[in-house]
């Protein structure tokens, strides 16, 4: 939710190709500073503006009519989304409660991305509530670090049960399947994401970003195949430039856990990875982090500041980590627990899950 991804998401309409498509509004308060235009294709702004008299006007390509996307107003962390419509859209927006607008004119799939956006708007208020209170917790505060877990499951809760009423009161819009891929999918078992995803109108699951769905379910499917065998050797550095490799922990339970340092999920998920860890070290268990970073600094230092204190391993490529590819991960956080032969006995483990798991096999 921190973070602006502008992925793989598609649109249910076509037109005439010489259409040209056009954003228009009122941007109240914020003049001086910098407008800029984003598509769902990189992200890399496709124009800019700086603000006079709070009025604002992007043209679009007859491509648009194939994507979402995004105004993004300098010093605001999160987007207003969109979708080019057959007439100009048009807002009125102000700078105290962007990207949540004042009116908006463009049709049924814009009034269901502000929608999204009006019902999410007191959780993002909420996370960076919470990240800010996590950040001030003593690392010898174990009742704050208690606190602040029970907070995040509550807050995981409360963003899955209102993404799912949203999906339910609009299985026609665009605004569903962004909400799917971007805030329940990392917060769903894969069983129950293929349900929400079959709830969604035949119209959404044809475009490109219901095939994105269809192929993470697809990955999901093959990963759990793989699950019932052993897992896969390999090789990568640790913090200090030693080669580790998976089989030298073989003889353990072995906790292999997907991350990165500018993953939010993953940090909010991290205080519930140590909590296990701490408990069960003395139990033949462990844990083996794979960082899908490519700095090493803020890996170093996530690492320190989450209190990560155990084996951590990355070749800093990202997300063409040797290993994050070799195990098809395509979302973080994710994991797999292998046993001490080496087999893959579950995945996936978050929350309660995980320390649940532990205590049926470390008995």
């Known amino acids: 939710m ?35 235009l984003y598509s769902d294709e990189d992200n890399n702004p496709k124009d800019s503006l700086i603000l006079k008299g709070g009025k604002f006007s992007f043209n679009m390509p007859p491509a648009a009519s194939t ?24 807002v009125v927006l102000d700078v ?48 704050g670090k208690t606190a602040f877990r029970a907070k995040a499951a509550t ?12 999906i339910k009161d609009h299985p026609k819009q665009l605004a569903s399947m962004w909400v799917l891929l971007n805030e329940l999918r990392n917060r769903l078992e894969p069983g129950e994401f293929e349900q929400v995803y079959n709830s969604l109108d035949k119209s959404l699951q044809d475009t490109k970003y219901g095939r994105s769905a269809a192929k993470y379910l697809a990955s999901v499917k093959v990963k759990e195949e793989r699950a019932s ?35 939010g999920p993953c940090r909010q998920e991290n205080p519930n990875v140590v909590k296990a860890f701490e408990r069960f070290k003395d139990k033949n268990f462990t844990i083996l982090g794979i960082s899908l970073d490519n700095n090493r600094d803020r890996w170093i230092g996530a690492v320190k500041q989450d ?22 991960v395509n979302s973080i956080p994710a994991n797999f627990l292998v046993d001490p ?9 978050r929350g309660r899950a995980l320390e649940t798991k532990l205590e049926q096999v470390l008995k």
């Open 307 to 328: 209190g990560l204190n155990w084996t951590q391993v990355s070749d800093l490529k990202g997300w063409s980590n040797q290993v994050a590819q070799q195990y098809q």
């Open 67 to 90: 994507g979402i996307y995004a105004l993004i107003l300098q010093g605001v962390d999160y987007p207003f989304l969109f979708v080019p419509a057959k007439e100009p859209v048009k």
């Open 96 to 143: 105290a409660s962007f990207p949540v607008a004042e009116s908006v004119k463009g049709g049924d799939e814009n009034n269901a991305m502000q929608a999204y956006q009006q019902a999410f708007r007191p959780l993002i208020q909420r996370a960076q509530a919470l990240n800010k209170e996590a950040a001030a917790i003593a690392e010898d505060d174990e009742a």
């Open 155 to 166: 807050f995981n809760e409360d963003v899955l049960s209102t993404g799912k009423k949203f």
């Open 2 to 36: 921190k973070q602006l991804i502008i992925c793989t998401i598609g649109v249910l309409f076509s037109w005439t190709i010489s259409a040209q498509q056009v954003i228009t509004g009122t941007l109240k308060g914020a003049d001086g500073k910098t407008l800029f």
């Open 229 to 263: 065998g052993m897992a896969m050797d390999f090789t990568q550095e640790d913090l200090n430039g030693n080669q580790v490799k998976l089989s030298s922990f073989r003889g353990k339970y072995v906790l292999i856990d997907f991350w990165a340092s500018w993953c």
């Open 341 to 349: 032969q080496g087999r893959i006995i579950a995945r996936d483990l």
